[in-house]
């Protein structure tokens, strides 16, 4: 990573093991992910891979509060880069804990993913989050899982991303179930995409919308899909509001 490096693999243990590291009140901008760098372009301000095989251990990122802002990655990740774990957050946060996301970007032409947030294989819960202002040259221009699920807990903004491709705000595949949760005031507003999914593009699995929510989709532009393109299912069980997502294409909702 531009700024921090994590790697883990080799350990044995014999019994159930967690482990979490712990990001709680950090300032982390301004750093760069060379693709000629011990990190491969990946992970603009924090690297993070799990190439553990022992089915004995859990290992999480508790993303509680902080800044990330202004870092750059060449291939995945313009903020973070995770692999093989998931992303948390701990419970019973104070509302001061917030996660700003901003102004990060991923460069390489035609392969860059994750503006933000790349995650491969795992699962990313967020709380009170602000993911805005990030670009991606490929797909994902806020946040981009592949093989993994989001699930948006608390306020969550996720505003001005764009993407080269496909999901301006969100790009997720998540082929074994349900890809994206939102269980509390979310705003996905004012993303682009290129081509498809200007808000939220799901290649596969399901969105969901869960009782005593409330979602607004609204301003985003694509070709296809400005609000939303689901390779999937939509269920919405509370207030949501599709509005004035504009295409070049298609229907607002695909």
Known sequence: GGGISFYFGGMSFTKKTYL??????C??????????????????AICFRNNS????VTISILLNSGTFNGNTAAKKGGALYVENTDIKHSVNLPSSAVINITDNSVTKAESGLGGAIYISEGNVELG??????NSSSYDGGGIYISKGSLDLQGNAVIQG???????GGLWIDYPSGNAFYVRGNTKIVNNTAVRTGGGVFINNGNFVVVPGSNLEVTENVSKKGGGAYIIGTLFVRSTSKFTNNKVTYDSGRY
Do not use: D, P
Request: proline share 0%; glycine share 22%; no cysteine.
């Open 128 to 133: 009170k989050a602000n993911i805005t202002g």
């Open 53 to 56: 095989t022992n089915s004995l």
């Open 27 to 44: 300032n982390i901008s301004n750093n760069t992910s060379r693709e000629s760098g011990g990190a491969g372009g990946n992970g603009g």
């Open 20 to 25: 979490n590291a712990v990001i709680n009140g």
């Open 161 to 167: 991303n764009a993407a080269e491709r496909n999901g």
